[in-house]
Every structure is written in C-alpha cells, then in structure tokens.
C-alpha cells in the first residue's frame, strides 16, 4: 500500500485523500483488492509495531474494507474488518495521541461495529462517540472529523443524543470546511432521505458523483432515492 504524504498524517484542513489504490477498489466495491491491501498495510504494521504510521494505514485499509463490506451486505465481513482496524488504530493512537486523524479513525472502526452486529453498540458505542470527539476537539478543521460525527450522529438514535437533524448540522460543517468532499456531499443525500427531503437528497447523491463519477454506492444510492 502507498504511503500518504506527510501532512495528511496529521489530518490536514482538508479532508484526507485515499490512496489511490485503495480508493479506486473501495469505488469499485472490489473485496479481493480490499483484502489484498488489508493484508499488505497489516504485514506492514507488524514489521513497524512501534511506527503510529503504519498501525494507521493498517486501520484506514480496514475502515475502507468495513464500510464496502457493509455496503455489500456482508455483516460478518464488516464486523471482523472493523475489529481488526481497532487494534491497529489503538496502537496508533497510543503511540501519537496527539493526532486526530487516528482518533478520527479508531471512532468510525469503533462505530463501523454496530451496524454490523448492534447487540455490541454499548461495547463499542461509547468507543465511538468518545474518539471522534476527540478528532473534532484537535483538528476542529478537518472535514473528515466532522463527517465521521454526523455518521456517527446518523446512526445513533435521538434518545441518546442523536438523530438525523444533528447528523446534517455536522456534515453541513464539513462541506463548509470542504466543498468538494464527494463522500459529504454522499452522506448529505443519505441523510437527507432519512429526513424525507428527497429532492434535496438527489441533488446532494448528483453533486457526489460529479466529484466522484466512480463511486457505485453513491450510484447506487441516488438509484434508490425516489424522485419527491
């Protein structure tokens, strides 16, 4: 797996770039390729057990294999990829505490758990809620840490202080640090859905795939999007 460039290791005001590699197989839904990154950022992990760098890589390949496995409803695949990425981001968290990149991380592995298997939402709930706050309160200006909460916020139902409309307010803050976040404008769509506004929800899954033409879950997502 490539390496980031430097300055997106600290989670830079804008929002974190895949490598590409590994976006163009998370685009394509492409599970072998996921896997076969996955495996290559942990072997990488393993030599370097004392380089926060590489535990990141190692969790960041499997945030992006979690969430295809989920998108591909494979619950087991997602649950076992997410619990892999949190021990790797554990040790980059423990080894530079100060990044909130790999807080931002460690929480969406955390919160990628419970649509996968919610009978853990308490074991990993508080996990998830905790780190991605922790990412906002260190770098307030990444866009990625704001959209990690508004997922967060999504799933999480408004009797525990979630709710859709709270999950907009923070992706609309991500959009505004970064305008041409495709995923933002994605997860707008979804949410927008959710709240029953689905002419806004097809105009936001449209300008996703204008950023970003390759990404079949947002293609997929605005398919299933009804018109009004």
Request: aromatic content about 2%; proline content about 9%.
């Given at each position: 797996m490539r390496r980031l460039p430097a300055c997106l290791l600290f989670a830079c005001a804008m929002a974190?770039?895949?490598?590409p590699d590994l976006k163009q197989a998370r685009d394509r839904q492409d599970r072998a390729a996921l896997d076969r990154l996955a495996a290559g950022a942990a072997a990488e992990a393993q030599a370097r057990r004392e380089d926060a760098a590489a535990q990141y890589r190692a969790a960041l390949?499997?945030?992006?294999?979690?969430?295809?496995?989920?998108?591909?409803?494979?619950?087991?695949g997602a649950r076992a990829a997410a619990e892999n990425g949190i021990r790797a981001a554990e040790k980059?968290?423990?080894?530079?505490?100060?990044?909130g990149e790999y807080h931002r991380v460690l929480g969406a592995l955390c919160a990628q758990v419970i649509p996968?298997?919610?009978l853990l939402g308490l074991r990993y709930g508080k996990c998830a809620m905790e780190e991605v706050s922790r990412a906002v309160e260190l770098d307030p200006k990444s866009a990625d840490a704001w959209l990690s909460r508004g997922v967060g916020n999504f799933y999480l139902p408004e009797s525990f202080g979630g709710g859709a409309e709270l999950a907009l307010?923070?992706?609309?803050?991500a959009l505004q640090l970064d305008p041409s976040h495709a995923d933002a404008w994605l997860w707008r769509g979804i949410v927008l859905r959710k709240l029953n506004?689905?002419?806004?929800a097809r105009?936001?899954?449209?300008?996703?795939?204008?950023?970003n033409p390759a990404r079949l879950w947002a293609?997929?997502?605005?398919?299933?999007?009804?018109?009004q």
């Open positions: 974190a770039v895949l490598p390949a499997e945030l992006v294999r979690a969430e295809v496995y989920m998108e591909l409803r494979d619950r087991n980059a968290v423990a080894l530079k505490p100060s990044a996968a298997n919610p307010k923070d992706i609309d803050k506004r689905n002419a806004e105009e936001a899954l449209r300008k996703s795939l204008e950023l293609r997929q997502q605005l398919e299933k999007t009804p018109p």
